[in-house]
């Protein structure tokens, strides 16, 4: 196959595919990789994004310029269970992440994959403390009933933005089965990586490989350290956006899309340069009763900085 080298011929039959790139939490990747370590998959393919990447500057070391380096995506596989596993350094945008997804297809279809599964954090208005929750979406009837039959919650509205969304979605045109795993984490820790969520992730690929034990005691390990530093984290956010007992409750209780904390993000950045924005935003903020926990954000745009 062109742009796929290929280092090992395998023998797999119907095997089930995980893929994972970066992203918020480095939660899918976080639990794919954990995965793909301890149960020691070997190294068998790769992409080779070289002929349609497309560089939008150079780099600078010790006074050389040269061209950036090109993140790899990589194929390993397990023949028990049969698994290939995907793991991209970078999530493409554009052609190139289009030509990525058509390419890791075109490798689905020549392995006789199954069912793909890609990975995505779900931010929403939760402490740290709280366990986090699983949803997921399915390109055909015959994964979300699947999924359902695992005890997770579909969804039924919403979108996945990046290539772990995409693949699912060019998946159907392909009418290859896929499936894309949300677990939710706090919506202000979204740049820090999230090991609960990821071990949720890795609970579920387990009970779909029918996989009985994993080795978790360097992911419980991140997992408590990662803990203090979210408690550290949410004492300063008390301390800048101080709420009132009763307001906990209710946005604890409230479950926003992760696209919606990012459309809101975006409203917040228009409102502050364009004023008339502030009553979109407004309105935003009241449809996922959110205004409460942005309220002195809300309010400061009106406020004069001197």
């Known amino acids: 196959m062109q742009d796929i080298k290929i280092y090992q011929e395998i023998k797999i039959k119907k095997p089930v595919m995980f893929?994972?790139?970066p992203g918020m939490g480095n939660v899918a990747l976080g639990a794919i990789d954990y995965l793909r370590k301890k149960m020691k998959a070997t190294l068998f393919a790769e992409i080779d994004i070289g002929r349609f990447i497309i560089h939008d500057s150079i780099i600078i070391e010790k006074g050389i310029a040269k061209l950036p380096y090109l993140p790899k995506n990589l194929f390993y596989y397990l023949p028990e269970p049969e698994l290939i596993i995907f793991e991209g350094e970078s999530q493409l945008i554009g052609t190139p992440g289009l030509k990525l997804v058509d390419l890791i297809l075109n490798f689905a279809e020549e392995y006789k994959v199954q069912r793909i599964y890609t990975g995505a954090a779900f931010p929403c208005p939760m402490n740290h403390n709280e366990r986090s929750s699983l949803y997921a979406t399915a390109n055909s009837a015959g994964s979300k009933d699947f999924l359902e039959k695992k005890g997770i919650e579909v969804l039924g509205e919403g979108q996945i933005s990046g290539l772990n969304g995409l693949l699912v979605g060019f998946a159907k045109l392909r009418q290859i089965e896929a499936a894309c795993l949300l677990a939710t984490i706090p919506f202000y820790a979204i740049n820090f990586p999230n090991p609960k969520a990821s071990k949720l992730l890795l609970e579920m690929f387990m009970k779909i490989l029918?996989?009985?034990?994993?080795?978790?005691?360097?992911?419980?390990?991140?997992?408590?350290?990662?803990?203090?530093?979210?408690?550290?984290?949410e004492e300063k956010i008390k301390d800048i956006f101080p709420l009132k007992k009763e307001d906990k409750t209710q946005i604890k209780e409230e479950k926003a899309p992760h696209y919606v904390i990012e459309k809101v993000e975006k409203l917040f950045q228009e409102a502050r340069i364009d004023k008339e924005k502030a009553y979109l935003l407004k309105e935003e903020l009241d449809r996922w009763n959110l205004y409460k926990l942005y309220e002195d954000k809300f309010l400061d745009l009106f406020r004069k900085h001197h």
Request: proline share 0%.
């Open 210 to 233: 029918n996989l009985q034990t994993l080795d978790f005691k360097d992911l419980d390990r991140d997992i408590k350290k990662m803990n203090s530093k979210m408690k550290e984290i």
């Open 19 to 21: 893929a994972a790139w």
